[in-house]
């Protein structure tokens, strides 16, 4: 098993946080929330194998119809310009909308970085929602 993603799935249960894991080496943790703007805000952690960095990212914020495609990518790029912590991106493969963001972490504190991740990362996803939903049906 994952180390780091054993220690921050450990933290995150002793804290309360409901979680799913899994991956080859349990490296992935994926958590869920409801939020004000948005019902329900998916973020998964992806625990590289030197347990020294992890990769965060919420899939399918938003589905984006072919039409809506110019409105969206300036909608993500102002979102980019807004948030620091965050970017966002339209997943050509699905037409959806991820947020995503690279972290350093340590071993000793990782269960601690890992829920401070996936609390910013919903708060901004929250935050950026209704100018995505703005977007796809101006």
Known sequence: ???????????????GVKIDQFG???????ARYS?????????RLFFDEDNRSVAVRSFNICK???SKKPAIYETC????????????YVDEDDNTVTAAMDAIIQLDSCGEESKEL?????????????ELMKALWA
Do not use: C, H
């Open 1 to 15: 098993m994952n180390m780091a993603a054993k220690i921050a799935a450990e933290y995150l249960q002793g804290a």
């Open 24 to 30: 080859d080496d349990m490296e992935v943790i994926q």
């Open 35 to 43: 939020a004000d703007n948005v019902d329900r805000v998916e973020v």
């Open 64 to 66: 984006v119809a072919e």
């Open 77 to 88: 790029s102002k979102l980019n310009d807004k948030f620091r912590w965050v970017k966002f």
């Open 118 to 130: 996936i609390l910013r990362t919903v708060g901004i996803v929250d935050d950026a929602y209704p």
